[in-house]
């Protein structure tokens, strides 16, 4: 098992910048990929970045390029999320997600066997 704990998320004015944080406690070893998602009321949960536990694997969603950055601290087995330039379209619970199955690519939740609680963003116009 493993379990996946989030913080960072807060409100914020548009343009402004988040950290978001994700710490895997268990069975780190396990994991192949982890990820982030967000799901805003009364649509799916969105794919937002993912990152192989190597680090060597990163890739984003269009919505995000060039203003969220995912980086993980093995070492202390936390994955973050830059996130700036806000807008607030950008407004969700984001969750952190883990998988312990290969995947040449994982956007998809139902690859996913891990999920923390969420952290919700909010970004006012």
């Known amino acids: 098992q493993v379990q996946l704990v989030e913080s960072g998320g807060g409100s914020v004015q548009a343009g402004g910048s988040l950290r978001l944080s994700c710490t895997a406690a268990g069975r780190t070893f396990s994991i192949y990929t982890m990820g982030w998602f967000r799901q805003v009321p009364g649509k799916e949960r969105e794919f937002v970045v993912a990152?192989?536990?190597?680090?060597?694997?990163?890739y984003y969603a269009d919505s995000v390029k060039g203003r969220f950055t995912i980086s993980r601290d093995n070492a202390k087995n936390t994955v973050y999320l830059q996130m700036n330039s806000l807008r607030p379209e950008d407004t969700a619970v984001y969750y952190c997600a883990a998988t312990n199955h290969y995947y040449t690519m994982a956007p998809q939740p139902q690859q996913y066997d891990y999920w923390g609680q969420g952290t919700q963003v909010t970004v006012s116009s």
């Open positions: 990152i192989s536990w190597s680090g060597g694997s990163v």
